[in-house]
Structure formats: C-alpha cells, structure tokens
C-alpha cells in the first residue's frame, strides 16, 4: 500500500455537508487560528478505519517511508492519517516485553524523529493531541539512543520556545502520557514557562494538563502549583485546572 493509494481512497471519501461543519469548528477563516486549512469532511472514525487498512498486513502495511507524503498533504484528514500511522508504529515498538530491545529502540526513536521533523504539519489542536502524548510523550519515558534526559528536556524546550503555536502546544500536551505513567515533572515544568502565554489555546491545554496530573498523580502537587501561581494564571487556564475540584474549592482558587 502506498501514500497515493490512501489520498487516492480518501478524496473518494469526501463529504461537502460535514467538510463546512468542519472548516467552521477548526476556525479555518481568515485571520482565525487553522486559516487556509482544507478538510474532506472526514469523521475521526472513519480516519482510524483509514489506518487500521494502510497498516493491515494482508494489504502490505505502509512503510514509515510513505508517511512524509500523507504528513505534507493539504488535507487536514490525511495528515491526521499520518500521525495516526506513526502513533500505531510507536506503540508497537514500545510494549513491555520491547521497551528495552535495541531494534525497538532505534526503531521509537526513527518515529520521534520523523513526527519532530513534521511537527509543523499537525498544525491544528486535534492534530496535535490525538499524537503528541502517544508519540513524544511516551518516548520521554523510555530508553532511547539519542541521548540523555537532558536531551529529552532540550528537544522539549525548543518545542517551547518556537514561535510556532502547535510547536508550542506539543511540550505541554505531550505531558499527557507522563502524567499518566506517574511522572508530574513533565508538565509542572511546562506548565510553569506556559504559564503567561497569549493565546487562549495555550491556556485551555495547560490547564487541562495541569488537571490530568493532579489526577493521575496528586491533587496536593496540582494545589502546591495553584499556591505558587493561582494569582498570575489565565482565568482560562485556571478554571480548567481546577474543573474536577468541589465547588467549594474551586471558588477558593477563583477569588485567591
């Protein structure tokens, strides 16, 4: 199966009616933040029933070679395709039994290359966060070649300090995964260089974060960040922060 097979299949596949729907719900417009952004009017389901197909061996699975071609496509549904190829690959190199095996590891670390390579090409949040917590946030987490924790944390903070919105979005819903693995630091420490970002975006994914650690993790770690930085964050970011709290807590947080 090549990458113009599946273009090819899911142009065939396109939908006026929901191509509007969706050009409208991911602020396609001029000036808006996915302007110029194209869709087929393809339901997420029906993207995943695209993968399970490039990736069935009966078909001859895709190579990682192919997945460049869907990354650089115009359509918002087929780069979502790509991603969701690389997602499938990395976590079939990143079971238990693999996590430590030299091929497996050469093999994660040829996908993380790839999906940094393209990051630009996720550039709208769903893109983003149906992949960067499966992919590079799993990856933060395990053995790898290319370097150290330090490495780790370099290739994170370029992702933070690009001027590039979905760059930026990356090295904080990446911490999705750690959060979930029991490790806080990922997104303590993105959350707090986030934390004075202008873009309402931004503030939605931080404090979504910030949510998902303090519940996969500890409540007491989320409320030690509100303590130090409740009076400066976004009312935005802070409201989702605090969202699975009582109410009563969370009007303690809202007039701090």
């Known amino acids: 199966m090549t990458a113009k097979e599946i273009i090819a299949y899911m142009e065939s596949l396109q939908n006026e009616e929901q191509r509007r729907i969706l050009m409208r719900f991911f602020k396609t417009g001029p000036g808006e933040y996915g302007e110029g952004d ?9 993207t995943r029933e695209v993968v ?11 190579t990682i070679d192919e997945v460049p071609e869907l990354l650089m496509s115009k359509w918002h549904e087929v780069r979502l395709c790509g991603l969701l190829i690389l997602v499938a690959k990395f976590e079939k190199l990143s079971t238990k039994r693999l996590e430590n095996d030299e091929k497996s590891i050469r093999g994660r670390d040829e996908i993380l290359t790839l999906y940094l390579q393209y990051a630009e090409q ?13 992919i590079l946030g799993h990856w933060l987490l395990l053995p790898t070649s ?8 370099k290739v994170l903070d370029e ?16 911490s999705w995964k750690t959060s979930q693995m029991g490790d806080p630091s990922w997104c303590l420490r993105y959350a707090e260089i986030h934390l004075h970002h202008p873009h309402d975006l931004m503030h939605k994914a931080v404090g979504w974060m910030l949510r998902e ?5 500890s409540m007491d770690l989320l409320r030690d960040f509100l303590r130090q930085h409740a009076h400066e964050m976004p009312r935005t970011m802070l409201r989702y922060a605090i969202e699975k709290m009582s109410e009563q807590e969370r009007q303690y947080w809202i007039k701090r």
Do not use: T
Request: hydrophobic share 40%.
């Open 38 to 46: 194209e869709f087929l009017g393809l339901k997420v389901p029906q």
């Open 122 to 134: 996720a550039n709208n949040w769903d893109l983003v966060d149906l992949s960067v917590h499966k």
């Open 52 to 62: 399970k197909m490039a990736l069935n061996i009966d078909h001859g699975p895709l």
């Open 213 to 217: 650690m303090g519940k996969r993790v």
């Open 159 to 174: 992702l933070a300090q690009s001027d590039n919105l979905w760059k930026q979005r990356m090295s904080i819903v990446c």
């Open 146 to 153: 290319l370097g150290d924790k330090d490495y780790k944390i």
